[in-house]
C-alpha cells in the first residue's frame, strides 16, 4: 500500500525498490526547487575544481552527490558509484543493491537555463563494490533519469516498459502520467554535434551526409538537426518524440574511445531507450551486452528510433572503401 506521505505513485514500482526510488525522488526535489531559484540560490554554475576524469566541477554538481549520498544510506543502498568519485563508497554493509549515478548531467549548462539531469542504474549487490557495477549492462535491474526542466520529470524503467512521472508542485509529489513510454519509429530530427564533422569516422560522416541531403537523398525527406550538449534533453526529446543521438568516438585525443561513461551514462540510458522500443549500441555493438572494464570507462553512443540507429550500424559494417554518402546512386540503403 502505498505510504500516505509517499513523494511518488508506487503502483508501478516495484514494492522492494520504492525506497530507493522514493530517495532518489526526494532528492530530486529539492535539487529541483534549488535550480529553479537560479542565481537566487547562489552560485551553482561556479567552477570548484574538477573530477578524477578530468572534467570540470560545478559546486551544484558537489552538492547533488553529497545529498544522494547521504539519503541513499536507508535505503538498502550497500555501494554508491557517482561520476564526481574516484571509487565506489559503501554506503549499507548490509544494503542488497549497488548504485550508479551522475548526480547533476549537464551541469555546464546550469546558468544558461537549458534542462539538465540526474541519472542512475541500479544493479543487485554483489561483495566485491567494482565487480557490482564492471559487468554487463543488460543486469541492470532499474535505471532512469531525472529531468530539471520546465517541467521536473522522472523517467524510470524496471525492465518492463519505461515509465514517466511529473513533479506536481502544488501536491510536492511525482505523479505518474505515462505507464508505457514508446518512442516513435519514425522521426524527422537526428542530434551530434556538427562541430566535430572532420574528425568523425567515414561510417559517421556518411550517415550525416546523407541525412543532410534532404530530399535529394535516399531518405527523400528534409531532416532537422538538434544539439543541446544535455544528455539528459537530448534523451527526453528522444523518448518524447523520436529520432535519433549521436555522440561517436572521432579522432581527437582523448576520444578514441568516445566521451560518455558507460557505468553513469550510457547503460541506463540504454536500458531506458529499449524499454520504450528503441536501440542503443556504441555504434556496431548493442550497449545493453557490453560491460566497462573500469568505473569511468568511456565508450561512442548511439541511440534513438530502432530503424535509425541500425542505418548507423550497417554504415559501420561496410568495408571502407565502400563508405561513402548517398548510397541511393547505387540502390544500398534506399528507403
Known amino acids: 500500500m502505498q505510504s500516505q506521505h509517499s513523494i511518488i ?3 508501478k514500482i516495484p514494492q522492494r525498490l520504492r525506497p530507493v526510488v522514493g530517495k532518489l525522488c526526494e532528492i530530486g526535489a529539492d ?7 537560479g542565481p ?3 552560485a551553482l554554475g561556479a567552477a570548484v ?3 578524477t576524469d578530468g572534467d570540470q566541477q560545478k559546486a551544484l554538481d558537489v552538492m547533488a552527490d553529497e545529498a544522494f549520498a547521504s539519503a541513499l544510506k536507508d535505503a538498502g543502498v550497500r555501494w554508491y558509484a557517482s561520476e564526481e568519485q574516484e571509487e565506489v563508497v ?3 554493509p548490509e544494503g542488497q543493491y549497488a548504485l550508479a549515478i551522475d548526480p547533476l548531467d549537464g551541469s555546464s549548462n546550469i546558468d544558461v537555463n537549458v534542462s539538465i539531469g540526474t541519472i542512475f542504474s541500479i544493479f543487485e549487490a554483489k561483495d566485491d563494490p567494482n565487480e557490482s557495477f564492471l559487468r554487463p549492462a543488460g543486469e541492470q535491474i532499474a535505471a532512469g533519469y531525472i529531468i530539471y526542466g520546465p517541467q521536473t520529470g522522472l523517467m524510470v524503467t524496471f525492465g518492463e516498459g519505461t515509465q514517466f512521472y511529473v513533479l506536481d508542485p502544488d501536491a510536492g509529489r511525482f505523479a505518474l502520467v505515462n505507464e508505457a513510454v514508446s518512442i516513435p519509429p519514425t522521426s524527422r530530427e537526428f542530434a551530434i554535434n556538427a562541430s566535430n564533422y572532420r574528425h568523425w569516422s567515414k561510417p559517421v560522416r556518411a550517415y550525416i551526409d546523407d541525412c543532410l541531403a534532404g530530399t535529394d537523398g535516399i531518405h527523400g525527406r528534409n531532416f532537422n538537426m538538434r544539439w543541446v550538449a544535455s544528455l539528459v534533453a537530448e534523451t527526453h526529446r528522444i ?5 535519433i543521438f549521436l555522440y561517436p568516438s572521432d579522432s581527437r585525443p582523448g576520444y578514441e574511445q568516445g566521451r560518455l561513461r558507460m557505468v553513469y551514462e550510457c547503460a541506463p540510458m540504454a536500458f531506458l531507450v529499449e524499454q520504450a522500443g528503441g536501440r542503443a549500441t556504441n555504434g556496431t555493438d548493442r550497449i545493453l551486452d557490453l560491460k566497462a572494464a573500469e568505473l569511468h570507462q568511456r565508450t561512442p553512443f548511439i541511440f534513438g528510433s530502432s530503424e535509425k540507429v541500425d542505418r548507423v550500424a550497417a554504415y559501420h559494417d561496410l568495408p571502407e572503401k565502400e563508405v561513402s554518402a548517398l548510397f541511393g546512386s547505387r540502390g544500398l540503403f534506399r528507403e
Not at 239 to 243: E, M, P
Open 239 to 243: 523518448l518524447s518524440r523520436g529520432g
Open 90 to 92: 559503501e554506503l549499507d
Open 9 to 11: 505513485d508506487e503502483g
Open 40 to 42: 537566487l540560490g547562489g
Open 31 to 37: 535539487l529541483s526547487h534549488l535550480i529553479a531559484r
Open 49 to 51: 575544481g574538477e573530477n
